[in-house]
């Protein structure tokens, strides 16, 4: 049964998706129609604040606001310090202390806080006039909390046992923070968070150690919070999700069985690789932003002069903001063509330097891949950085971290598949020129906010990533081979039939298939509507869903831009469709109504 209009998909308190069942509906949410917007229970996380973080801000800023504020909230000092740095660069003449930052740690009973289960709450504060400029850091950077560590925090706060740290006065907007309380400043801790990182037997370094105090913490935990936060269970379900990434487990059995059978290292995906080599982050978006802002922040420390970045190929949205909004700017190739390739190989010549590339393999929604064999000659020529998203071919189906320096994805999507959790990571190629340096850069910068119960969620829904990936395969595969025998449709966009499908085959995997996310167009628009709802599948923001998920993409993501779109070929009716694991006579009963409905709409 399809879900009413701003209703969770799936049915759940923590569900990524929403539902927005027909192209009517997506319209009045991109208009802010009142009978859509006063029915949303949820959205997608990074564009709808959670209904329970909007209840956590609102008890933080009835504790502890000024009049006329508003408050974004972050997992770290470290993220809200990169907020607060935003709008005093955006944001002209704002006074000193007007955008300010209150940090929240948690009381213990024990002398010593153990962050694997609790890692405090930065709150930003401003002026709620400029919420819009608050809103762009969370959707862009992806390093808002999420929304179960907000439940955690507003329980924790209610309960009395999530406090305020007093900043003191300050000068400067860079240092508007505190590093927190001396108890919280010990090895293993960075901007006052602590990271007890586990090592390769899946314990965290006070546990291996033999520190007993973790056992009395996590019963405090339990018993205070009334909920199942076990430390070793976290740092397991990380180490579990970076070896699954990493190829070195491939064990769907329960956790410790998983481990216990899985060596430390091994040559799974690629020679070299471990899990050491992979670093998670709160979504997918995360990743991006956080490895482009590790990838400036080692230029700077180097000497170097600012430089652009290049996005090549249309991407998702935010790559592009991000790339645009921090840091010197943005060289945007949106064809990502052969000619595009020539077109940079001409700058470089003439003597212009980039700070790294970013591209999709294969791109959204339009599914085309960049030739990295020539994209990796230049690099190499000429010393920039190529960082590669591999959500939507995922590593199953393609081989791109041999070809590049870092690959980033968004777990949220076809590894977790359920579609109830984010999560992004980021995988140095152990064998790239630049790997020593990038690996000391990470050193350095990298900081782990990744909540311990989405970790917990994601590793039991990635176990049988690799069988789900194969048969969604056939099922996009056959979904597209249909859509292509009818008339009415215009043009399907998808790897087999692309014409950069030699690109992506290049790096297909032996076993490897084409993935599950295609793309539509018709002759007529009203074939594309009349075709959208008739589909009889859940339809709504993201990809990688179990179950096969819709939407009218350009309209969904480009309400506001739709003729600078159509300058890079995707067009103002596009259909996306992320297709599932149901049976195949039902998937193509349904895709063959919804094209009949598109026949007859201009008859």
Same mark, same amino acid.
């Given at each position: 049964m399809l879900a009413a209009v701003g209703q969770p998909v799936p049915n759940t308190a923590h569900a990524v998706s929403v539902s927005l069942p027909s192209w009517k509906a997506t319209v009045g949410y991109e208009e802010g129609e009142d009978w859509v917007i006063s029915k949303m229970q949820t959205g997608y996380p990074r564009f709808f604040i959670h209904l329970t973080i909007q209840e956590l801000g609102r008890e933080i800023l009835k504790l502890h606001g000024r009049s006329g504020e508003d408050v974004m909230l972050f997992p770290s000092l470290a993220t809200a310090k990169r907020c607060l740095k935003f709008f005093y660069d955006k944001v002209e003449g704002l006074g000193i202390g007007v955008v300010h930052i209150l940090q929240f740690e948690p009381l213990h009973g024990g002398s010593r806080s153990h962050a694997m289960t609790f890692s405090g709450l930065s709150c930003v504060f401003f002026p709620k006039e400029y919420f819009s400029v608050a809103k762009q850091v969370w959707q862009h950077t992806g390093d808002g909390i999420s929304s179960r560590r907000g439940e955690f925090c507003l329980k924790a706060l209610k309960d009395g046992i999530l406090q305020p740290v007093v900043t003191p006065s300050t000068s400067k907007p860079e240092d508007m923070y505190t590093k927190g309380p001396r108890r919280y400043q010990r090895p293993g801790s960075r901007n006052g968070i602590i990271h007890d990182l586990p090592t390769s037997n899946g314990l965290t370094s006070n546990e291996a150690n033999g520190d007993t105090e973790d056992k009395d913490h996590g019963q405090f935990v339990e018993e205070r919070f009334g909920r199942n936060l076990n430390v070793k269970l976290a740092s397991q379900a990380k180490l579990a999700i970076r070896r699954r990434i990493s190829g070195c487990l491939t064990d769907d059995a329960e956790l410790d069985v998983s481990l216990a059978k899985s060596p430390p290292q091994n040559d799974g995906r690629q020679k070299g690789l471990s899990e050491d080599d992979v670093?998670?982050?709160?979504?997918?978006? +995360?990743?991006?932003?956080?490895?482009?802002?590790?990838?400036?922040?080692?230029?700077?420390?180097?000497?170097?002069?600012?430089?652009?970045?290049?996005?090549?190929?249309?991407?998702?949205?935010?790559?592009?903001?991000?790339?645009?909004? #921090?840091?010197?700017?943005?060289?945007?190739?949106?064809?990502?063509?052969?000619?595009?390739?020539?077109?940079?190989?001409?700058?470089?010549?003439?003597?212009?330097?980039?700070?790294?590339?970013?591209?999709?393999?294969?791109?959204?929604?339009?599914?085309?891949?960049?030739?990295?064999?020539?994209?990796?000659?230049?690099?190499?020529?000429?010393?920039?950085?190529?960082?590669?998203?591999?959500?939507?071919?995922?590593? @199953?189906?393609?081989?791109?971290?041999?070809?590049?320096?870092?690959?980033?994805?968004?777990? @949220?999507?076809?590894?977790?598949?359920? +579609?109830?959790?984010?999560?992004?990571?980021?995988?140095?190629?152990?064998?790239?020129?630049?790997?020593?340096?990038?690996?000391?850069?990470?050193?350095?910068?990298?900081?782990?906010?990744? #909540?311990?119960?989405?970790?917990?969620?994601?590793?039991?829904?990635?176990?049988?990533?690799?069988?789900?990936?194969?048969?969604?395969?056939?099922?996009?595969?056959?979904?597209?081979?249909?859509? /292509?025998?009818?008339?009415?449709?215009?043009?399907?966009?998808?790897?087999?039939?692309?014409?950069?499908?030699?690109?992506?085959?290049?790096?297909?995997?032996?076993?490897?298939?084409?993935?599950?996310?295609?793309?539509?167009?018709?002759?007529?628009?009203?074939?594309?509507?009349?075709?959208?709802?008739?589909?009889?599948? /859940?339809?709504?923001?993201?990809?990688?869903?179990?179950? @096969?998920?819709?939407?009218?993409? @350009?309209?969904?993501?480009?309400?506001?831009?739709?003729?600078?779109? +159509? /300058? #890079?070929?995707?067009?103002?009716?596009?259909?996306?469709? +992320?297709?599932?694991?149901?049976?195949?006579d039902e998937l193509a009963g349904k895709v063959a109504r919804a094209l009949r409905a598109a026949e007859v709409a201009r008859v």
């Open positions: 670093y998670l982050y709160p979504c997918g978006m +995360s990743s991006i932003f956080n490895t482009h802002r590790i990838l400036l922040a080692n230029a700077e420390a180097k000497g170097h002069p600012p430089r652009k970045s290049i996005c090549f190929g249309f991407p998702y949205i935010d790559t592009l903001k991000i790339l645009e909004k #921090w840091g010197a700017g943005c060289l945007f190739y949106g064809r990502g063509s052969a000619a595009c390739i020539d077109d940079l190989t001409r700058r470089l010549e003439a003597g212009e330097r980039y700070l790294a590339l970013f591209t999709e393999f294969p791109s959204n929604p339009l599914l085309n891949s960049a030739d990295l064999s020539r994209l990796r000659v230049l690099a190499d020529k000429y010393g920039f950085t190529i960082v590669v998203d591999e959500t939507v071919g995922n590593f @199953t189906n393609i081989d791109v971290l041999s070809r590049v320096d870092v690959v980033v994805s968004s777990l @949220t999507k076809v590894f977790s598949g359920d +579609s109830n959790v984010m999560g992004g990571s980021a995988v140095l190629n152990p064998q790239g020129k630049s790997y020593g340096e990038l690996k000391a850069a990470m050193a350095r910068e990298y900081e782990d906010n990744y #909540w311990a119960e989405d970790a917990v969620f994601m590793e039991r829904n990635s176990r049988d990533f690799i069988p789900r990936s194969e048969r969604i395969n056939v099922n996009a595969e056959a979904v597209a081979a249909a859509l /292509q025998k009818y008339p009415v449709v215009k043009q399907v966009y998808y790897p087999k039939c692309s014409p950069s499908r030699a690109n992506y085959d290049a790096c297909r995997t032996p076993n490897g298939g084409y993935g599950g996310l295609l793309s539509v167009t018709f002759h007529h628009p009203e074939q594309a509507v009349a075709f959208f709802d008739a589909l009889e599948v /859940q339809k709504g923001p993201s990809l990688g869903t179990n179950f @096969t998920l819709a939407c009218p993409y @350009t309209v969904l993501a480009h309400y506001a831009e739709m003729e600078w779109t +159509s /300058q #890079w070929g995707v067009e103002p009716d596009l259909v996306r469709l +992320s297709v599932g694991l149901e049976e195949p």
